[in-house]
């Protein structure tokens, strides 16, 4: 995409971006000149929607069509409530396997029981992402890293071929997480239908190069109707090649699912997952083709958007939907400029209900499993990875050891535990390593040691400036961090240390310390008295706003003394020459507003 897609794709009335309509954003300052990309990209999307949406419902354990069903509303309505221009709302491996799990424990397979409650889940799936959209929960989403992100993207797109390789291949499908499927396609390579294989190695071959030299030709919808043709022609199912077989005809009857209050009730818990993977994945999704193209999502409008499609494909007597990367994928690298493609894909998603069932029944499973991989296959960013992990020096490592490659370490959290243990626990996993390392480092903050640099300038890192003369008599340290409960000890023990016996003044300089807690006071109390023992003065200086407010009232409250000055040559001047750093009676200097 070249920097003149990058400037359309991101309309605007002047200097401030207009507030985004209620209805329909991504149409908002549609040029007709995107017309044909959206309608190609449509057929696209069509042309991988369908055969994906009859394969995820039966994941499911529901009937193939029920997977088209879900895709009408679902498209419709994340069209008009979405932030994305790019993002194919539809059933997905992961959230289809979910599905399976949740409902397989209440009800027998196949049976009405099991696929009223598989499009119950979907319901309260989506009343749960409206209430959490128009409670504007979308801040949650702030929680989940760019890296955390971006390796939860890699593991599912690996899951996700690792997953295809069975019907690239004519193999059995292995169970459990990605390695054991992995393994159970090398054990199982002996037993490759030849002519499935052919079939899949030809069709990811020509998706490829299509994309590569002729990427105008929309390379999926070639490849699909050809996969059908030479099925026809060469009648390759009598030959051991699988196809997607009969589909069921016309539109499915609306309204709510035959259950009862307690079986909506019980799913509860169950959907939250369901809405977390589905979120998670389509967000990221969301965010990566935005801002190739150069806009934002809105995280509460995703959230409203996915909610609106799941209650919608509830009931339509659908399943569980989500944001989907393969499909998100073949729609942007089609050339989508906006939704106009997913009502494109939604209107030939009917037309097929009602005329074109037929012609999908004839659809090599190997042919839909090349075009699935060639969509994902670029997902998989290794040098992603790779520079995160370069995001590190020697200055860094020394303060915080392993911590310093913090991003790094969340992104293969997120990966491994995708492929390990499942996406909705490899999610969870990347968060909780990226809070625990945010916690680690903020609890252990660099603590640099200050030195006055030459002709009275600034007061600089000893550690990046070694060359500095420093006093003896005189400590100065700068925080790089809030003074709060979780590294309270670590700053107090540190500044103790580096104390000498010469030492008569230690300053604190706080301009990098943006707030302080409770903890954080008593901590300067303290130290202010155990340097006190040693005959050492603590002033602390630059204090910003809150720290001289919760200073200023912790002296009101309990009657603590911490000398305060405006900067650090007021307060070594006031104390290392003499001075006693307060005001007569005691209290601290007032430092002005």
Same mark, same amino acid.
């Given at each position: 995409m070249n920097s003149h897609d990058r400037i359309e794709a991101v309309p605007s009335s002047g200097p401030a971006r207009r507030r985004n309509p209620l209805v329909f954003a991504s149409l908002r300052g549609y040029r007709i000149g995107w017309l044909r990309a959206d309608l190609v990209a449509g057929l696209t999307v069509w042309a991988v929607l369908v055969p994906e949406s009859l394969a995820y419902a039966t994941i499911a354990g529901v009937p193939p069509v029920v997977g088209l069903y879900a895709a009408v509303p679902a498209l419709l309505l994340y069209a008009l409530l979405g932030s994305s221009r790019h993002l194919v709302v539809a059933s997905m491996s992961a959230t289809a396997a979910l599905s399976a799990g949740i409902v397989g424990d209440l009800a027998d397979g196949?049976?009405?029981?099991?696929?009223?409650? +598989? !499009?119950?889940?979907?319901?309260?799936?989506?009343?749960?992402?409206?209430?959490?959209?128009?409670?504007?929960?979308?801040?949650? !989403? /702030?929680?989940? /890293?760019?890296?955390?992100?971006?390796g939860f993207i890699v593991g599912l797109a690996l899951t996700i071929v690792v997953g295809q390789l069975p019907k690239l291949f004519g193999v059995p499908k292995g169970e459990g997480d990605f390695f054991r499927q992995l393994g159970s396609v090398i054990v199982h390579l002996g037993d490759t239908v030849v002519p499935t294989a052919v079939v899949g190695a030809v069709s990811l071959l020509l998706v490829l190069l299509l994309r590569r030299w002729l990427p105008l030709v929309p390379g999926s919808l070639v490849v699909v109707l050809l996969g059908i043709a030479a099925v026809a022609l060469l009648d390759l199912d009598d030959r051991g090649v699988a196809i997607v077989g009969h589909i069921d005809s016309g539109l499915p009857s609306l309204g709510l699912p035959d259950a009862g209050a307690t079986d909506y009730l019980t799913l509860v818990g169950s959907a939250v997952g369901v809405l977390l993977v589905g979120y998670a994945e389509g967000l990221a999704a969301a965010k990566t083709y935005a801002a190739r193209a150069g806009y934002d999502v809105d995280p509460n409008r995703e959230l409203l958007g996915l909610g609106a499609a799941n209650l919608g494909a509830g009931l339509a007597s659908g399943m569980v939907v989500n944001g989907s990367l393969s499909k998100t994928a073949v729609n942007g690298g089609a050339g989508a400029k906006s939704q106009l493609s997913g009502l494109t894909v939604a209107a030939l998603t009917v037309v097929t209900l009602l005329f074109l069932t037929g012609l999908f029944e004839q659809l090599p499973e190997a042919t839909l499993a090349a075009v699935v991989i060639a969509a994902v296959v670029e997902l998989v960013d290794i040098p992603a990875l790779r520079r995160l992990y370069r995001v590190w020096t020697p200055h860094l490592g020394g303060i915080y050891g392993w911590a310093a490659r913090a991003d790094f370490l969340a992104a293969v959290a997120a990966l491994l535990g995708v492929l390990v243990f499942d996406t909705l626990p490899g999610l969870f996993l990347g968060i909780a390593v990226s809070l625990v390392l945010l916690l680690y480092r903020s609890s252990r903050p660099h603590i640099a040691r200050l030195a006055r640099g030459s002709d009275r300038g600034a007061w600089l890192d000893l550690d990046r400036h070694p060359h500095l003369a420093t006093d003896p008599a005189v400590l100065v340290v700068r925080v790089e961090a809030g003074l709060f409960f979780a590294n309270a000890d670590h700053i107090r023990d540190t500044v103790r240390d580096m104390c000498t016996a010469s030492t008569r003044v230690a300053v604190?300089? !706080?301009? +990098?310390?943006p707030f302080i807690d409770v903890s954080g006071t008593e901590m300067l109390t303290q130290l202010a008295h155990d340097l006190a023992r040693v005959h050492v003065t603590l002033a602390v200086a630059h204090p910003v706003g809150q720290i001289r407010d919760v200073l200023r009232r912790a002296a009101d409250s309990v009657g603590a003394t911490i000398a305060i000055s405006p900067d650090i040559d007021t307060a070594v001047q006031q104390h290392h020459l003499g001075g006693d750093g307060g005001r007569p009676d005691g209290s601290p200097h007032d430092v002005g507003p």
């Open positions: 196949g049976s009405d029981r099991y696929i009223a409650l +598989t !499009a119950v889940l979907a319901v309260v799936t989506g009343l749960m992402g409206i209430g959490a959209g128009l409670a504007r929960m979308g801040f949650l !989403a /702030s929680f989940i /890293s760019e890296p955390v992100l971006k604190l300089d !706080a301009q +990098t310390a």
